[in-house]
């Protein structure tokens, strides 16, 4: 009997071929879990650039044959998965439809389609080439966007639930989105529930020239509540997650580094985070993105 997953290299070296990072999930679609040393390095630990194998969920997705073969030989019972955004040029729409999720043949043009294992599609779209959240996606019920900071199961992984396959049913090229799922792709996220309805005008306006970013506002609104929303274990690799992210805006010049800081600083005290981890955490993010942080923004500290 071959090895089980024997039948992913192939697959796997094709959409690496396309362009595509590739990494391997555990047998239950989680990642898989980090090597100690990975496991106890501090917010400041540059994922990206960490050599291990399969630690770090997607940022160890590669295009290299050589790491693809050693990783699916390192997780023999491990899901093949394509790390999405800017690295793959990919933001691939995930329409559930257990969850109400509808393919709307009016915004979602035919592309490169996975029928996914749990009775779902994976359309694969062009990247536009500025940060793209992975997020439901706005005002569509089971559908999200993976794409920057995301991954999907890949072709030709199995449902851990459902035991049905992931396939590629149509295997054409990556088109370009049109440009109102691009303009929905980009909206800002709604306001939680909660929160009142007519607050003040947000004074962070679209900035000219901002990467195409329709209201970072609402991007850094999304992005913060991923730390409070994380398990507490995880609070602190979110929050350093999230500063990444956060740096990345900044980068685009749609939000300025004071209130990215004070934003960051903010959240991670209403996670309960220690003035120094989050220090860190945005220290370490905002290097690590290459993103320039004045000294005088966050109190002096390093
Ligand atoms: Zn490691
Ligand atoms: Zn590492």
């Known amino acids: 009997m071959t090895h089980p997953t024997s039948r992913y290299h192939r697959p796997a070296r094709a959409a690496a071929g396309r362009g595509w990072p590739v990494f391997v999930l555990g047998r239950t679609k989680r990642p898989v879990a980090n090597c100690p040393q990975c496991h106890d390095a501090g917010p400041g630990h540059d994922r990206e650039a960490c050599g291990c194998l399969t630690c770090h969920g ?28 800017a690295a ?3 933001v691939v729409v995930d329409i559930d439809p257990q969850h109400g999720g509808q393919l709307d043949r009016s915004v979602m043009v035919p592309t490169y389609t996975v029928a996914t294992g749990s009775g779902g599609w994976h359309l694969y779209y062009a990247h536009p080439g500025h940060p793209v959240l992975s997020r439901p996606m706005p005002d569509r019920a089971g559908v999200d966007i993976k794409a920057d900071g995301g991954y999907v199961v890949a072709p030709p992984s199995v449902h851990p639930v459902t035991r ?13 989105m049109p440009p109102r799922l691009a303009a929905i792709v980009d909206r800002p996220t709604a306001p939680a529930p909660h929160r009142p309805a007519h607050r003040p005008t947000t004074p962070t306006t679209p900035h000219a020239g901002g990467g195409g970013i329709s209201s970072p506002a609402a991007l850094l609104a999304t992005n913060l509540r991923r730390i409070t929303t994380a398990p507490v274990g995880r609070r602190r690799t979110t929050l350093y997650g999230v500063a990444r992210g956060v740096a990345r805006i900044v980068a685009t010049g749609a939000l300025d580094t004071t209130t990215a800081v004070a934003e960051l600083t903010d959240a991670g005290r209403a996670a309960e985070q220690t003035d120094r981890d989050i220090r860190a955490a945005i220290t370490g993010g905002f290097r690590d993105e290459g993103v320039p942080l004045p000294a005088d923004t966050i109190g002096g500290a390093a």
């Open 164 to 176: 049905r396959p992931y396939r590629t049913v149509h295997d054409g090229p990556v088109v370009e």
């Open 58 to 85: 997607f940022y160890a997705a590669t295009t290299d044959p050589h790491r693809i073969a050693a990783m699916l030989s390192a997780v023999p019972a491990g899901l093949l998965a394509i790390r999405t955004g």
């Open 88 to 90: 793959a040029g990919l």
